[in-house]
């Protein structure tokens, strides 16, 4: 019976050792390898759904291509307020409203969260209120992608008796890149002072100190 | 028949100690050789699994490579959806204006004309909801003249009606009698909001198509 008992505490003893020195171990490497491929099964199905979006792309490159240039000429990589000023004076020409002025700020320090830059425009254009009807809707038709604010319309008769409309439109246009405006050192730039005695003229730049007297005649 | 043993009873005794001690080791020889025979079986799936991840990351790879190969059309794709995410931003509260002035046009009724329109567009998460109406996406303050208060009436009414969905919460401010060449008028002011109904539809225009 002794026996029966000491051959059991060691048939235990056994069992412990082996599964904490190479049972457990190997255990470990099974469920490791387990996780691990799981992992990669999960990214191989990643891939595979990448690889075919980006297939799909590759097969359709000439559309995706012309998607994107439609995408850069409504919101530009560069500010162009030439290309800017062009569509709206043609629009407004095309509308029959006559654009009276416009003030433009430089893009944005601080992009929007999808990197865009706004330019806020402040424009005034006069005419007939279906013409500036057609400016407005005008405006979402260009291919700059341009956005409107606020409007302000005050009406008032012209020299022929036409009610003549005065609009103020505040829009924003955008561009994903930035521009530096250099800041003018007036210590540096200095002044030019102008002063016309009899018939002498006497042009003097502050700080370099530099006169120029001309005599007239 | 029973067996006659004429042996010494010391000796069977030691003979039995001798199959109980010979029982014993086999029970342990047969425990460790159940180890054994686990271990192999436990080592072989462990190997098995590490085989199989093994070919695993190699499918990937060459699936990482194949990607590789296709970085330009990983370009494009970025850049088609930073664009499309770009004019969405761009456009998150856009109002039909072109649109808004011309319902002016269609909605104003006989013997009323106006004289100022200011419309600014608004954020809505910045603004109380009108009852009924939902979110207000921009503010419309219309000036103008009526041959009477009546027709005064007429407009509040027609900007307030449900006729005209773009425009909600509609509200006189001022009204004070004026005159034109000798007759009698009434000069008005109202406000309104605008509605999701004074949006536009550009971002379905403006995202262009493309196969996906």
Known sequence: MRRVLIAVLVMILLAVAWWFLLGSRWNDRTEEARIALEQEQQAERDLQRRIAALQVVADNTLEYQTAVDELQRSIPVTPQMDVLIDELAVLAEDSGVEWVSGVYSTPSEEPLDSGIREILISMEVQGQYFEILGYLYGIEEIDRLVTIQGINFTSSLDGDGFNIISARIQATAFTTGSVVVPEVDESVAGTTTTTVVGNVTTTSTSPSSTTTTTAAG | MRPINLLPPEQAERAQRRRGAFGVVFAVLLFVALLAVASVLLLGRARRAEEDLLAQQQRNQQLQRQLAELSDA??????????????????????????????????????????????????????????????????????????????AATWIRTLDSTEWDAVAGAWVTTTNQGAIGGFDTVNFSSAASLTQEALGSRLDDRIPEVPQ
């Open chain 2, 74 to 151: 990983e370009e494009l794709r970025r850049a088609y959806l930073d664009g499309t995410d770009q004019v969405t931003d761009a456009l998150a509260i856009d109002l039909a204006w072109g649109r808004f002035l011309n319902d002016v046009g269609r909605v104003i009724p006989d013997r009323v004309w106006l004289t100022t329109v200011a419309a600014s567009a608004q954020d809505p998460e910045e603004q109380d909801e009108i009852e009924g109406s939902g979110p207000v996406y921009g503010s419309v303050t219309l000036g103008g003249v009526a041959f009477e208060y009546p027709d």
